[in-house]
């Protein structure tokens, strides 16, 4: 496994694979690397000649009030974990190497950006948008796989790439969650056990949304109120939204027709957790 | 000499290029073509292996009360000429295949876009940069060709390939201009005889100040002054702006120290005329 930290190399590394003729699968990550990851890592290697996993803690995502300073970051442990998932680069660069002095072109999806998580984190999408075009260009890859966690990322890349008219081709990937239904995240190591337990609420309100799906309910306000309700019940979660959304454009929906974005983001204490799921017929 | 039509197909055959080592030169324009194009395309024949010209008058880089419709165009015409110069490839995509419906995802070069004809041409350099991502996607030169006359617009591609990382190298080129000292635009036709002879005032500008340069001038607003007296004399033109500028920044200078650009934009009757000189001791 070859650990690069400059963009010239990356690139290089890159052209020679291409014009070997091998198919290169890119995993882009902001480090601290759990399961979730890994099962991207595991499905680019599925699918690819050489998986390249980038670490970088992007600071353009983050707003001002934002954690990029107790973002956590263990690298040695990245590495032994992408070691043993057979990953062949990990892509690694500074901050400086990415913006350097002087920076400053921004890719911008206008439009699903308005929604959702876009509506609190200000410039967050921008700052996504611009990174993942970066990492693009440099390692080059015919496949990134990325998490439904995100799905507001997960869209917003995929119409990036689409109207950019970048050659590569995006995988979804779902969403994978600890045995008790908490989806996976790198924040998850900010909660206390208090929050921890609080945190569960958001699994239970999907659930109990999809239940409602099942048994009919196509009322978007109905199926917020009860998951409200679930998100509230015991000591609760600070609610950020709640949202039932068109899949792709993410707007708002009031009566489901064949499908929906459930989506929510909460506060457990300071740390902010986002989840969702898709309501479908089947 | 052939002749796409279609992003998919232009993209298949840059791989195949690429994978066979061949050096992909790129020239990009709006059409109706004149010999400043041709000598871009000239020195793309004489760098690349590979030489392709896009054919597409952009609708996003054009404001709501500018000349999108009126722009000319001549594709029989420009296509004899770039059979002539051994072209390779022409694109040659229409506007619905490069802006399908829905279509939301723009570039911007922050910093740069407020000066010179950013100032009047709001969203101009958004639409600039964004179509020259997508042809870079599309076409994925080894080396791109642009013309100097265009200097805020060369200064914009080559800070957002460096801030993009897009994996390719910009070659500018000096401005081409007519015997009488007219830099070649295709907008030169709208210009009625009378019109036509009020522009060579541009040129007369450029030459004044650079004299005054030559002995010794570095202060600004005198050179800022003689070429308003310039442009002004006869029966003179429309100034949109006169500038003295940093070649990097496009920030305006009050004292020259070693090299500044001059660039002025003017309307002859309606049309709009820019051009430029770099101011540089010898």
């Given at each position: 496994m070859k650990i690069i930290e400059t963009v010239k190399e990356m690139q290089g590394i890159a052209d020679d694979l291409r014009r070997a003729g091998k198919k290169i699968g890119f995993v882009p990550t902001m480090g601290y690397l759990h399961e979730g990851h890994l099962a991207l890592v595991r499905k680019a290697r599925e699918i690819s000649d050489t998986v390249v996993v980038s670490i970088f803690v992007n600071p353009t995502q983050f707003g001002p009030t934002e954690d990029l300073d107790r973002y956590p970051r263990d690298f040695e442990r990245d590495r032994s974990l992408l070691e043993a998932e057979k990953t062949d680069?990990?892509?690694f660069p500074d901050a400086r190497q990415m913006y350097p002095e002087r920076y400053a072109t921004y890719v911008q999806v206008r439009g699903l950006e308005d929604f959702l998580c876009g509506r609190t984190r200000k410039g967050h999408f921008i700052?996504?948008?611009?990174?993942?075009?970066?990492l693009f260009n440099i390692v080059k890859p015919h496949y990134a796989v990325f998490g439904q966690k995100d799905f507001q990322q997960l869209k917003v890349i995929e119409r990036m790439i689409k109207d950019l008219n970048m050659d590569l081709e995006i995988i979804p990937y779902p969403t994978v969650r600890e045995k008790d239904g908490l989806a996976m995240s790198s924040r998850n190591t900010y909660l206390n056990p208090q929050e921890r337990e609080r945190a569960l609420l958001i699994h239970e309100s999907i659930k109990k949304v999809t239940e409602l799906f099942k048994?009919?309910?196509?009322?978007?306000s109905i199926l917020k109120e009860k998951a409200r309700e679930v998100l509230l019940s015991k000591d609760g979660l600070d609610i950020e939204y709640i949202t039932i959304a068109d899949t792709e454009t993410l707007e708002d929906i009031e009566i489901i027709k064949d499908k929906a974005l459930y989506a929510v983001a909460c506060r457990a204490g300071k740390t902010r957790l986002i989840d969702n799921t898709i309501l479908m017929e089947d």
């Amino acid at each position: 496994m070859k650990i690069i930290e400059t963009v010239k190399e990356m690139q290089g590394i890159a052209d020679d694979l291409r014009r070997a003729g091998k198919k290169i699968g890119f995993v882009p990550t902001m480090g601290y690397l759990h399961e979730g990851h890994l099962a991207l890592v595991r499905k680019a290697r599925e699918i690819s000649d050489t998986v390249v996993v980038s670490i970088f803690v992007n600071p353009t995502q983050f707003g001002p009030t934002e954690d990029l300073d107790r973002y956590p970051r263990d690298f040695e442990r990245d590495r032994s974990l992408l070691e043993a998932e057979k990953t062949d680069i990990i892509f690694f660069p500074d901050a400086r190497q990415m913006y350097p002095e002087r920076y400053a072109t921004y890719v911008q999806v206008r439009g699903l950006e308005d929604f959702l998580c876009g509506r609190t984190r200000k410039g967050h999408f921008i700052g996504v948008a611009t990174v993942v075009t970066k990492l693009f260009n440099i390692v080059k890859p015919h496949y990134a796989v990325f998490g439904q966690k995100d799905f507001q990322q997960l869209k917003v890349i995929e119409r990036m790439i689409k109207d950019l008219n970048m050659d590569l081709e995006i995988i979804p990937y779902p969403t994978v969650r600890e045995k008790d239904g908490l989806a996976m995240s790198s924040r998850n190591t900010y909660l206390n056990p208090q929050e921890r337990e609080r945190a569960l609420l958001i699994h239970e309100s999907i659930k109990k949304v999809t239940e409602l799906f099942k048994n009919g309910i196509r009322d978007a306000s109905i199926l917020k109120e009860k998951a409200r309700e679930v998100l509230l019940s015991k000591d609760g979660l600070d609610i950020e939204y709640i949202t039932i959304a068109d899949t792709e454009t993410l707007e708002d929906i009031e009566i489901i027709k064949d499908k929906a974005l459930y989506a929510v983001a909460c506060r457990a204490g300071k740390t902010r957790l986002i989840d969702n799921t898709i309501l479908m017929e089947d």
